[in-house]
């Protein structure tokens, strides 16, 4: 027998629907600043919450997959990451080499956690996969950073997909995951297809003393040679999807996911949650005076601070995809109450499967 924590039926499904309603307007409120000022949206973003959601988003990842992230690996991935992030640095000097190099140990990456977390014919199908993906990124080298910048934003579906497991309500449940379609998958086509019913413009406004015309900017983020409306869409999308990426990490996984940081903060003591806060505004006050000085050379800095996240993301969702090895840290075994819901402690059989709380929350306390 183990024990776990289950809900009483009224308040989860409740406090879901809060959490649903929220992410709504989260999504309505990132869509209008976005269509409004895209390029203002996601430079002001990228200041005040970049380094920040950074520190939350490795908090909640080592967290939850603790179990994954065991120390041979995780110091592997370090070395890894280490040597991106160096590449990065260097890109400057040589773009070319620096790129492939980069690319070269992103697969890498993908490759070890396919040995860690997976076995079997699930290990050799994603080495295959990864072996040919990997053929087409040395291929087309902008077009590989150019979806690994776009892809990077969208892949909180992926872990609140994981997360909303432990809803209890079925019904709630599928309109979480709805609303994380709608952000992550329906509004950014929508936007592409061009069916926002105002113009659209990628002229800076108010970061224009930062980012000068924004010409250096609006390349980074949009397809090779693209100009024109379709420029401008890809920016929108780009504005939209990162201001939702902020959301997630800052203000909802840390509220509704508490499991993960008491896990995170477990392996690594002194990193407490006022520490990373306080961490994430600082560094905010330092690369707001390194964007204004020189945006371009702070904006590289930053990308290499920020590949230990990309990097340390990618690993964990492939194997999380696969279906490979089991997370920690609040897995999907045990309901988890949502904030302020009331909890009643019984006896679930041991070996109870992921979907079980659905079932076991409808037990009223």
């Known amino acids: 027998m183990a024990g776990g924590e289950v809900t009483s039926e009224a308040s989860p499904v409740l406090r879901s629907r809060t959490v649903t309603l929220l992410m709504l307007a989260a999504v309505a409120a990132s869509l209008l600043v976005s269509t409004v000022a895209p390029m203002a949206t996601a430079v002001v973003g990228l200041i005040l919450f970049g380094v920040l959601h950074n520190l939350l988003e490795i908090r909640y990842v080592v967290g939850r997959f603790s179990s994954l992230l065991t120390p041979p690996f995780l110091y592997l991935l370090a070395a890894l990451v280490a040597a991106v992030a160096v590449s990065r640095l260097v890109s400057g000097m040589a773009p070319g080499p620096a790129r492939l190099a980069e690319i070269v140990l992103g697969y890498a990456i993908l490759a070890a956690a396919a040995q860690h977390g997976l ?42 997909w994981d997360w909303s497991r432990r809803i209890a309500s079925p019904r709630g449940r599928r309109a979480f995951r709805a609303v994380q379609v709608l952000w992550a998958v329906v509004v950014p086509v929508a936007l592409l297809a061009g069916l ?35 420029a401008v869409r890809v920016l929108v999308v780009f504005a939209f999807a990162q201001t939702m990426h902020y959301v997630v990490w800052v203000a909802l996984l840390p509220r509704v996911a508490p499991d993960a940081s008491a896990a995170f903060e477990a392996r690594v003591p002194w990193a407490t949650g006022p520490r990373l806060w306080a961490a994430g505004f600082v560094a905010a006050a330092v690369f707001a005076v390194l964007f204004g000085v020189d945006f371009d050379q702070g904006k590289a800095l930053y990308a290499a601070l920020a590949s230990c996240t990309t990097y340390l993301e990618l690993p964990v969702l492939l194997v999380l995809l696969a279906g490979g090895a089991p997370a920690a840290g ?5 309901v988890i109450p949502l904030p302020g819901t009331r909890t009643v402690t019984t006896e679930l059989p041991a070996g109870t499967p992921n979907e079980a709380p659905a079932e076991a929350g409808r037990h009223s306390a």
Do not use: C, I, K, Q
């Open 119 to 160: 076995d079997g014919r699930r290990r050799v199908t994603a080495w295959v996969l990864l072996a040919l993906a990997a053929v087409v990124s040395l291929a087309f080298p902008a077009y590989h950073f150019l979806a690994l910048t776009h892809l990077h934003n969208v892949v909180p579906l992926f872990f609140l």
């Open 330 to 334: 609040g897995s999907g075994g045990t």
């Open 196 to 230: 926002v019913p105002w113009a659209l413009s990628a002229h800076p406004g108010m970061v224009s003393s930062v980012v000068g015309d924004g010409e250096s900017f609006l390349a980074s983020v949009t397809p090779p040679g693209a100009a024109g409306a379709l």
